[in-house]
Nanobody, 125 residues
Framework: QVQLVESGGGLVQAGGSLRLSCVAS????????MGWFRQAPGKEREFVVI????????YYADSVKGRFTISRDNAKKTVYLQMNSLKPEDTGVYYC??????????????????WGQGTQVTVSS
């Protein structure tokens, strides 16, 4: 599996922005499908965005389309989540995830086997 460490969470007012970062271990980071998920209080974890290792396919949850953007820097083994126009309903713990099987050609939200510890995002109204 891959070790993942997130950072960048915090408290922000509605309409504001945050950028989350996730640093990964592993020699073949560029070959991993990566994603971001979140869990709101009292709710199940849900996917936010998932992206194939070759940038060929990216899926965003409808609730974040047009506001959130995933990007990655393979040289730094880091994936980012830029979050703009934040809403109170975006509040939750955000998790970085990786599919440690390299060069996977299948991208599904339940195909991730490595998780970070999570970072809290709180959006006040």
């Amino acid at each position: 599996q891959v070790q993942l460490v997130e950072s960048g969470g915090g408290l922000v007012q509605a309409g504001g922005s945050l950028r989350l970062s996730c640093v990964a271990s592993g020699r073949t980071f560029s070959a991993y499908n990566m994603g971001w998920f979140r869990q709101a209080p009292g709710k199940e974890r849900e996917f936010v965005v998932i992206q194939m290792w070759n940038f060929g396919t990216t899926y965003y949850a409808d609730s974040v389309k047009g506001r959130f953007t995933i990007s990655r820097d393979n040289a730094k083994k880091t994936v980012y989540l830029q979050m703009n126009s934040l809403k109170p309903e975006d509040t939750g713990v955000y998790y970085c995830a990786a599919d440690s099987r390299p060069y996977r050609s299948v991208l599904v939200s339940n195909g991730f086997d490595s998780w970070g510890q999570g970072t809290q995002v709180t959006v006040s109204s």
